[in-house]
């Protein structure tokens, strides 16, 4: 399910889409989803942060929750009322900083991006590799700051359960194989 249908959400969908995973998505505007819905586009017109509107969505059998809407406190809501409906879920939430992130990660998000945050590291990837810095070297740095910033993040959160920004490679996420004789 994908929560907000602007910029953000469709660039998720997009992506979705390249990986071949169907998604539903609701926005709050009816007439970008009637012209989404022209184009063919799973998009519902609906205020998510009800749990209504959660439920008819089949929020029990979703494989996870993309919180992309630009307004803070209907994230917020959202955030906490899905958690609530689906302590296993998986919650992925926009979040406008640091101090966001962290409040997100209080009311139950799984993960948390900070817009601001994520921003500021591609800027600075873009500017190094432009001026000569090997790339390898700058995503490394990238990484750094990244979890340095997620510590910060940890700071401001000390008691929320807060999933590491480091992906799992796929060879880590597969069980390991073992030696029959």
């Not at 996870?64 to 409906?85: F, I, S």
């Not at 990484?143 to 799992?168: D, K, M, N, S, T």
């Amino acid at each position: 399910i994908i929560a907000g249908f602007g910029r953000v959400g469709e660039t998720v969908a997009a992506l979705m889409e390249a990986h071949a995973i169907r998604y539903v998505a609701i926005d709050d505007d009816p007439d970008r989803v009637a012209e989404l819905r022209r184009r063919g586009k799973p998009v519902y017109w609906g205020d998510i942060t009800r749990i209504e509107m959660l439920r008819r969505l089949h929020l029990d059998s979703a494989r996870a929750l993309v919180v992309t809407m630009n307004d803070r406190r209907a994230a917020d809501r959202l955030v906490k009322a899905a958690r609530g409906e689906r302590a296993d879920l998986l919650i992925v939430a926009r979040a406008r900083d640091a101090v966001h992130a962290a409040h997100l990660y209080r009311v139950g998000a799984t993960d948390a991006v900070p817009e601001t945050i994520e921003a500021s590291l591609q800027l600075s990837e873009a500017v190094l590799v432009d001026i000569g810095v090997p790339m390898g070297p700058v995503i490394v740095s990238i990484h750094e700051q990244r979890a340095a910033f997620q510590a910060e993040i940890r700071a401001l959160a000390p008691h929320a359960r807060i999933r590491v920004f480091g992906r799992r490679r796929l060879r880590d996420a597969r069980p390991a194989k073992t030696e029959t004789r």
